[in-house]
Each structure stands twice: as C-alpha cells, then as structure tokens.
C-alpha cells in the first residue's frame, strides 16, 4: 500500500492507487451481483428519455432526494438565534445528531443541541420521565437562559403533550418556575424545516407575549429573517442597511453570530442570538416583517392577532425586491433611504449593465425553498436570464400560483416551468429532457452536474462541499452584487473550460472578456 507516516495521502488519491482499484473492482464481482454492464447502460439512457420524464413526474409513492429538510432542524436553527439558548429536541438521540450534523457541516461551526433520549420504553410508556431528567441535565450542565423544547417523529407519533410535560418537570424542579422553556410541536413526518422554523418561532414569542399588555411604540419594527443558511452575511447586511436608515427595529433569532464565532482561544457554546429583553419589547413594535413569507406564516397571524402590522416579502434579493423591502421599512419607521443606499444601488445596476451581454438568454433550472426560488427567479429575469425550471419540495399550490404570477409578468419568464412538490430525481428528468445552461442550488445538487453535465452554482443551504460562502450576503445590493459575481463566475468558468484546448477551441480562450 502507498500509505505511510512519511507519505500520507488524501483519500482522493489514495483510492486511485492500483491496489485499492482492484480491490474494488473484486468486490463488485463478488459482493454486488451486479446487472452486466450493456442492461445497466440501457436503463441509464432510458431514464434520460421523454418517456422515463413522463412516469418520473407522475410518481406520487415514493420522494428520492427531497429538496427540504423535517420540521426539528428547522426548529433547532430558530432556536440558535436567541440569545443563550439551548435547543432541546424530545425524541431520540439519532435524530438530534443529524440536526446538529447538518447545521455543523454548512457552517463549518459547533451546533449545540441536546435530547431527551427517548427509546423504546419511551415509545411505548411516554417520554415524561425523559423530559424531566433531560430538562434538569440540560439546566446544570449548560447553563442556558433559555431552552427551546421542539418534537421529533416519536414523541409526535404517541402523542407526548409538551405543555403538560413542561409544568410537571418544573413542578419535580428540573427547571426553576420562572425559568423560560418555550415550546412548539414539530412532527417531523409532515411538513419541512420550514415549517418547523415558523412553529419554534412563533413559540418563543408567544412564550413571552401572552397575557402581556401591549403598548404601540410608533415607528418600531420587527425583522424575521426565515430559515436562512447565508444568515450570517445576510443578517448582519441587513443591519448595516437598517442602521444606515437609522431605523428602530428588534431583529428577532439573529444567528449570525452564533455560527460565525471566532477562534480566539475561547470556546463560545452561545454567541449573539435575539437579547431575551428584545424580545419581549417587540410586542410593543409598531410591525413585524417577515424577509421569508413560507417560512413565518403562524407567526405572522400571531403577531397579527396581537394588533401589529405585518408584512411579508420573498427573499429581497437582487434590485426590485430590495427596493421593495427598503420602501416598506422607509413606510413603516417614517425614515428616508439615504444616499449611500440609493448609490449601492446604482451600483448593482451598472454592474448588471456592464455584464449584460454574458447573462442575457441564459437558462436556468432553480430549486430550495420557496422564498428562495421565487427571489432568485425574480433575480435571473433581472439580468436578462430565463428561469426554466423552478422546483421546490416544500412548495404550496399558493406559492406555485405566485411563481406563476411572478413568471408571466416577464417576458423571460414566459417559457419557465413550476414544480412544486417535486425532489431532485425529478429535476433530472427535466434537465435531460429540456436542458439549460446552469443549475441554482444547493451541495445535493453536485450529482446532477455530473450525471447531466449542467453546471452549479451553490447559493442555498446546506452547502456542504464548499466553504464560508454563508459568510457573503446574498439580500440587499450588496447581496445582489455577490450573487451576480458568482454567477459571472461560473459562466467564465465553463468558458474557459471549453476552449482550452491549444489550436483547437481556444479561438476563444480569451484573457479580456
């Protein structure tokens, strides 16, 4: 084997070595009974057919590849923007793991969760004692001021009440009875993240709203930015553009600073999040914007129901979004946009303008959430790109009907398609069938690059084979410039890639473009 302490090799590499390839290739004779090779080439070219697209859209029993996540990671990442809060998920200890993976993985930092660590007695007797011990463990241990109690599969499935639970641990002292456990049931076998985000949220704020007074501070309001995986360049862009306006606002489950933490030789297992005090004063806001209209439905009704206005939007990403968010906030905090964010903008424009003649004509296939995939639809039409395929797991027939509306009101939208409930196994039927230049996404989506040869572009979470792009704003100009340049990129990319061949495709390897 080539492997040794003075030459330590990758894997990548070291999977290459003749060794390792011919123990693979005994393995897959001995151990994988596989089909021979002309039947599995057959079947392959059949599944980039016409034919194999119409019975992969009709499939109605069976989801490959979903592009969503369950309800509790939605949850767990709500949590981690408030401040010194500990997500405590009532379920079993595999299922917090992923969570905790999946957001460590993105981030490239510690997600902190912990369990209750239900198991088969739990299952069939209830999780009461579970919650009771977990809650006093998860108090003396980590010294939260806060824990944020949400629900996996199990603990929905017997019918575990959370309220009930809660006030009998505090009743056995596992928490003291003032101390704040808010609550939302997450069943993990319905819905998406997002869903679960908007019930994790709206607990919180109703944990501490509820029977309070409310009095109307005029001019204030209320931002929550949705389940967002560019939520530290995101969040702290939109502050910068807030502050610019010198808008009073309360920026509810702020985790930017929570996955960015420094390493400076301190350990930070709570870093920033939405201040406990902030968030029982934004009862008082004039209105609550929500920047993710899918992922904050209940909470919005609920701060409707409490007198606030609210307003929702899609991802402000790009110039018309942007502006429309920035108009709003102007409306609601009676504070004008001041020059320096009108010249960003002119910026954005003339950098659109300047690359115009690269982005026009330009398909695109676009899949995440649906907040997600109507903003950067609305973005590519923008720039003179057509969204040919707009496909969103968790997508609604209400947010299929917006994306159409959004799409007819373009002529580069005119030839887009609409998937809502479809998963990326669908998405590779169309892109074999109705191909277009470049696919918008996230890390999942690297297997239809190589199985269809479309190129990617990371923007949406999780991202998971690249690092830091959730450092770099995606919302506002600023976010719209990088995204630009991103795409820019990519197009460059396959460019070159195309014409580097010395006296036969490089009549267009050109150094100025």
Not at 33 to 48: G, L, S
Request: glycine share 8%.
């Amino acid at each position: 084997m080539p492997q040794s302490a003075d030459k330590v090799l990758d894997h990548a590499p070291l999977f290459r070595e003749p060794e390792y390839r011919q123990m693979f290739t005994e393995k897959k004779l001995n151990f994988e009974c596989p089909h021979p090779d002309q039947i599995v080439t057959d079947q392959r070219e059949f599944t980039k057919s016409w034919e194999y697209r119409a019975k992969n859209l009709a499939r109605e029993a069976l989801v490959v590849n979903p592009a969503k996540a369950c309800q509790p990671l939605g949850a767990v990442f709500a949590a981690a923007g408030f401040e010194r809060t500990m997500s405590f998920v009532h379920g079993s200890q595999g299922c917090v793991a992923y969570y905790r993976s999946h957001l460590s993985r993105h981030f490239k930092e510690p997600s902190s969760a912990v369990s209750s660590s239900m198991t088969e007695d739990a299952a069939v007797f209830g999780g009461l004692k579970n919650m009771v011990d977990g809650l006093a463990n998860t108090y003396k241990l980590y010294d939260p001021k806060m824990i944020a109690v949400s629900t996996t599969c199990m603990a929905e499935v017997i019918g575990d009440d959370l309220h009930g639970f809660i006030e009998n641990a505090k009743n056995e002292g596992s928490v003291p009875r003032d101390f704040d456990v808010p609550f939302a049931h997450t069943p993990a076998f319905v819905g998406s993240h997002v869903d679960g985000y908007d019930s994790m949220v709206k607990g919180v704020l109703e944990h501490f709203w509820k029977g309070t007074k409310r009095t109307e501070v005029a001019a204030c309001v209320n931002i929550i930015p949705g389940f967002d995986g560019f939520c530290v360049g995101n969040n702290r862009e939109l502050k910068r553009l807030l502050n610019l306006m010198r808008v009073t606002y309360v920026f509810i489950q702020d985790a930017a600073d929570q996955f960015d933490t420094p390493s400076d030789g301190e350990f930070r297992m709570y870093d920033g999040g939405t201040k406990i005090e902030d968030v029982k004063a934004a009862l008082n806001a004039e209105a609550t914007v929500s920047l993710q209209h899918y992922n904050t439905r209940k909470t919005l009704e609920y701060c409707k129901e409490v007198g606030q206005a609210t307003a929702s939007f899609h991802y402000p990403l790009g110039v018309k979004a942007t502006d429309e968010f920035l108009m709003k906030i102007s409306e609601i905090s009676r504070r004008e946009i001041p020059e320096p964010i009108r010249l960003e903008r002119g910026r954005l424009v003339d950098a659109m303008a300047d690359s115009q003649s690269w982005l026009h004509g330009k398909k695109y296939a676009i899949y995440g959430d649906p907040d997600f995939v109507y903003a950067m639809a609305r973005f590519i039409m923008e720039t003179g790109g057509e969204p040919t395929h707009c496909l969103a797991t968790n997508g609604t027939p209400a947010w299929e009907a917006e994306m159409k509306e959004l799409l007819v009101s373009s002529p580069f939208g005119k030839n887009a398609q609409v998937w809502a409930g479809k998963d990326l196994w669908a998405m590779r039927s169309l892109l074999f069938t109705e191909p277009v230049d470049l696919l918008i996404g996230n890390s999942y989506g690297k297997y239809l690059e190589r199985d269809t040869g479309t190129p990617l572009i990371r923007l949406t979470f999780p991202i998971f084979d690249r690092h830091h792009h959730h450092r770099f704003p995606l919302m506002g100009y600023q976010g719209g410039l990088h995204v630009l340049t991103t795409i820019l990129d990519k197009i460059f990319d396959k460019l070159d890639r195309e014409t580097m061949q010395p006296g036969v495709t490089d009549y267009s390897y050109d150094l100025t473009r």
